[in-house]
Structures are given as structure tokens and as C-alpha cells.
């Protein structure tokens, strides 16, 4: 494979740009070599400076349901950003996309656009904070909230990838603030209320975690939350920025049927463009100004250009069949590369909520950080390295997610399955 351009590119970034990344899950350190640098996108597929094609299963990083390009996105965008960029004052289209959301997840009575899922987490925990009048907010090891001061604590991706789970320049007043748990043991969020009696603002979580690789809700286990936060009068803010619009049209909340306080969205709401939202308990989210006193503000948020490609990308989503469909992809192409798995004695766990899926290279079950930290991440890049030598393009970490869009075509998964052949024989080479 010719990478000579996507080399260049890449010695010219690290010029310019902190190790040539604008985010550092692009780097390829958690499986080393450089990534190549991407041209264009269409349907289920991507292009590189070098014109070598690959099937996408990276979506950026979740956005891409409908793929790459989609018409009806792209139109959207072109009629938005010719009619004027931004603002800085209402736009009817907000007004729209909050509709949608509100209407898609009943717990959502109101909801405040931003620019990411970073602000968006950062911002509830506000509200939160501000409703309750306490400090203190209980997260899960491996769950990453965006990287906000408080939340880069123990987080996962790629801060669990690069080894900073603990980012420098967070005070250690804020971490302070931050009590942590273990995903899908209850026991451990117990004794955080114990210890904390009436300091706990609010627990976050993804109710399926998907920044440590996917790891699905145990039975019972956000009910359990639930449950607990009420009776200790805290908040329970389900971070949706992966699973919204995802797992289901009604999220996380509506698969597993539990309603959380607050929910934050990003990704798949903004169709491909920097957005982000949190929305939730009308009296909660009346803390937020101008109604409150708890500030948040922003520029572009609710950009009228970000709104129009969600507004798009969520009315595809209401066509009948689009979550079967996607599930049924998820289904053959998870199976398919455990059979690959299989063949080659290749210890793989594939983890799947409807088409968010991962693969860990270890034998599981993989319910929790401590078992995702089993898994062999060598013979992930190895696996990987494979892939996208023969034109698949996997998360360049062993700890995080893999997407199916609506256009993976059955060509998609034939050369994809085809490939994992050869990738599981390099996997367990190592
Ligand atoms: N949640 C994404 C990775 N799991 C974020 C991507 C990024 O940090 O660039």
C-alpha cells in the first residue's frame, strides 16, 4: 500500500500541530505507525491522500450512521451555509432539532445545544450542581466524559489509550470533586453514597460504555442507579453522546428503559458537524441562564449549519426499519468476525449493543474495566494493521468502539469478513 503522501502530510502536521493531531485518538500510538490522511467520504467508504479506499468503520468516531456524504445531509449543509454560517441569534432550526430530540427521548423536557459532547457534559454536571447544591459527581473507571478539568479522571478513550487516564494540569481540587466507581458493580456506587452522605450531586454514565470498547449494562445495573440516586436526592445523567440516535432512536434510556435526570447528546445529532446537547428535567434544566443562575453560554452554539445536517440525519433515522436494519448488519458482521476469531484459536470477545460493537482480544466475558484491561492490545494492532493494509478502517485503539452505518453494503462485510481472515492469522502470530 502506497502511503507516501499521507507520510508527508503527517512530517508537515507535526510542524504545526502537537504530534500532528487535533485530537490525539487520531495519533495511531495505541497501535503505532501514522495514520493516513483522509481526502473524502462517500457511502460506507473513505479515501486517503494516496487514493487507497478503505471500508469505514471508524464513522468519526460514531457520527456517521447514514455514512459518508449522505445526499440528504449534504443538501441540508449546502442550503444552510448559503442562506449564512452563523449568527449569534436564534435560528428557526434549533427550534426544530430540540423538537426532535425532546420527542425522541421523553426524559429531554428541555434541552440547550452546544458545540460538543465535552460542553455538554460539563455543562449538566453544572446543573446538577446547581439543582442539588452540592459538589461532588461519582464516575466510572474507563468512562470518558469529554475532557473537561473534573472528568479526566480515570477516563477511557484515547486518555486510557495514551496511558493519561489522569491528565496533567487538572488541580487536584477538581479531580477531588470526583468519586469513582466500577462500571456494573453496584456495590462499589454504594460505597461512594456511603462514604459521601449527602455530598453527591450527581452520578454520570454511559449507559452502555463505549469509550473503554463497549461494554453493555449488566442486568439491573441502571436501574440500580436509579435507584440509588433518588433516595439520595442526586441526579443521574446518562452520557448519550455515543449510544443517542445509536443503540436505538430512543437511545440508552429507551433500550433498557430507565429514565435519567439529565442526558447528554453529541455525534449523531449534528450529522458529521460539531454539536453537542444536555437536556433533561424541566426543573433542572430551569437552573441554566437566562432562566437560572447557573451560566452557559457560546457562540456558536446551536450553529444554524451543525443544526441543519442533524435535523437531516434524525429524519432519515425516523424512516421505518432504519434500527432493524442497522441491527441486522451489526448481527452478520459480529458473527463473522468471531468466526474469524475462532478459526485462527484467536481469543476475541466481541461486545455489541445494536450496531456499536468492539472486539477485545481476550477471552471475556468483558463486563467491566478490569476485564477490558486483559485484553491483548498488541495482537489488536497487529489485527488492525492488517485490516487496513487490505482496505478496513478500525478504531487505531484496542479500547474503543466500531460503528455500522445504513449504507454497510453486503459487498462491505464480504471484503471485511474476507480480511479478518488474514487479520486473525496476523493476530495470532504475534
Ligand atoms: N469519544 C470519542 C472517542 N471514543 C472521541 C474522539 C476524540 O477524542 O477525538
Redesign the pocket.
Known amino acids: 500500500m502506497n502511503n507516501n503522501l499521507s507520510r508527508r502530510l503527517f512530517e508537515e502536521a507535526q510542524k504545526v500541530i502537537p504530534g500532528g493531531v487535533n485530537?490525539?485518538?487520531?495519533s495511531f500510538r495505541g497501535v503505532g505507525g501514522e495514520p493516513p490522511f483522509i481526502m473524502r467520504g462517500r457511502g460506507s467508504r473513505v479515501w486517503d491522500a494516496d487514493n487507497n479506499e478503505y471500508v469505514d468503520y471508524l464513522a468519526s468516531?460514531?457520527p456517521l450512521v447514514l455514512g459518508h456524504a449522505h445526499p440528504s445531509v449534504v443538501l441540508a449543509v449546502q442550503e444552510s451555509a448559503s442562506r449564512g454560517t452563523s449568527f449569534g441569534a436564534p435560528t428557526p432550526g434549533e427550534v426544530e432539532l430540540a423538537r426532535l430530540v425532546c420527542a425522541a427521548l421523553p426524559s429531554v423536557e428541555l434541552v440547550r445545544l452546544v458545540n460538543s459532547?465535552t460542553e455538554a457534559c460539563m455543562s449538566a454536571i453544572r446543573m446538577a450542581r446547581a439543582f442539588t447544591g452540592r459538589s461532588k459527581v461519582v464516575k466510572f473507571v474507563g468512562c470518558?466524559h469529554g475532557h473537561s478539568d473534573g472528568l479526566l479522571v480515570k477516563a477511557?478513550?484515547?486518555a486510557a489509550t495514551l496511558s493519561v487516564p489522569d491528565s496533567a494540569g487538572v488541580p487536584a481540587a477538581y479531580a477531588g470533586e470526583t468519586l469513582l466507581a466500577d462500571f456494573n458493580d453496584m456495590d462499589s456506587v454504594r460505597e461512594q453514597f456511603a462514604a459521601h452522605r449527602g455530598d453527591i450531586a450527581a452520578v454520570i454514565v454511559e449507559p452502555v460504555a463505549?469509550?473503554m470498547g463497549v461494554v453493555p449494562p449488566g442486568e439491573g445495573f441502571l436501574q440500580g442507579l436509579r435507584d440509588i440516586t433518588s433516595e439520595h436526592g442526586a441526579l443521574l445523567i446518562f452520557d448519550e453522546?455515543?449510544t443517542g440516535f445509536r443503540v436505538a432512536h430512543g437511545g440508552a434510556q429507551g433500550l433498557y428503559g430507565v429514565t435519567p435526570d439529565l442526558t447528554t447528546l453529541g455525534k449523531i445529532i449534528g450529522g458529521g458537524m460539531p454539536i453537542g446537547a444536555y437536556g433533561g428535567r424541566s426543573d433542572v434544566m430551569q437552573q441554566v441562564a437566562p432562566l437560572g443562575p447557573a451560566y452557559q453560554a457560546g457562540t456558536l452554539s446551536g450553529n444554524p449549519v451543525a443544526v441543519a445536517a442533524g435535523i437531516a440525519t434524525l429524519k432519515s433515522l425516523e424512516l421505518p426499519g432504519v434500527y432493524e436494519r442497522l441491527e441486522e448488519t451489526a448481527v452478520e458482521l459480529t458473527a463473522g468476525l468471531q468466526a474469524a476469531a475462532d478459526a485462527h484459536e484467536v481469543p476475541v470477545t466481541v461486545n455489541r449493543v445494536g450496531s456499536l460493537f468492539s472486539m477485545f482480544f481476550n477471552p471475556g466475558p468483558v463486563d467491566g474495566w478490569e476485564a477490558v484491561t486483559r485484553s491483548d492490545a498488541a495482537a489488536y494492532a497487529r489485527f488492525f494493521h492488517s485490516m487496513l493494509e487490505q482496505g478496513v478502517y478500525f478504531a487505531p485503539s484496542a479500547f474503543?468502539?466500531a460503528f455500522v452505518s445504513t449504507v454497510h453494503t453486503p459487498e462491505d462485510l464480504e471484503l471485511t469478513l474476507a480480511a479478518a481472515d488474514a487479520a486473525m492469522e496476523k493476530a495470532a502470530a504475534g
Open positions: 485530537s490525539p485518538v487520531r468516531w460514531g459532547g470518558y477511557g478513550s484515547g463505549g469509550n453522546v455515543i474503543e468502539a
